[in-house]
């Protein structure tokens, strides 16, 4: 059964830094591309950051390249999302999922975290 837990989530002021890992299990890992989401209330849920298996990584153009580094540790099954320079506007529901290629389309990924919450107070 494949799992993937996200954590690291957490009420900070802005300009703060978190760091979400998502652990997953039940598959392997490392030959999947993984992506970063994030969900706010009353908004579609939306592309932050993926990473290949080989380490390669897309961002988010707009508002988080630049703060966000997202990195992975196949020996851990586990892939990080470092933020740093949080804004209000970071606020959601972060999702970690894995696809076979890298994309920021929601629907090529096959399987999902039930994300953590990051709050970030003005």
């Known amino acids: 059964q494949v799992q993937l837990v996200e954590s690291g989530g957490g009420l900070v002021q802005a300009g703060d830094s978190l760091r979400l890992s998502c652990a997953a299990s039940?598959?392997?890992?490392?030959?999947?591309?993984t992506g970063w989401f994030r969900q706010a209330p009353g908004k579609e849920r939306e592309f932050v950051a993926a990473?290949?298996?080989?380490?390669?990584?897309?961002y988010k153009e707009d508002s988080v390249k630049g703060r966000f580094a997202i990195s992975r540790d196949n020996a851990k099954n586990t892939v990080y999302l470092q933020m740093n320079s949080l804004k209000p506007d970071d606020t959601a529901v972060y999702y970690c999922?894995?696809?076979?290629?890298?994309?920021?389309?929601?629907?090529?990924?096959?399987?999902w975290g039930r994300g953590t919450q990051v709050a970030v107070s003005s």
């Open positions: 999922a894995v696809s076979g290629i890298v994309t920021d389309i929601p629907g090529r990924y096959n399987y």
């Open positions: 039940g598959l392997n890992f490392r030959w999947y591309v």
């Open positions: 990473i290949s298996s080989s380490g390669d990584s897309r």
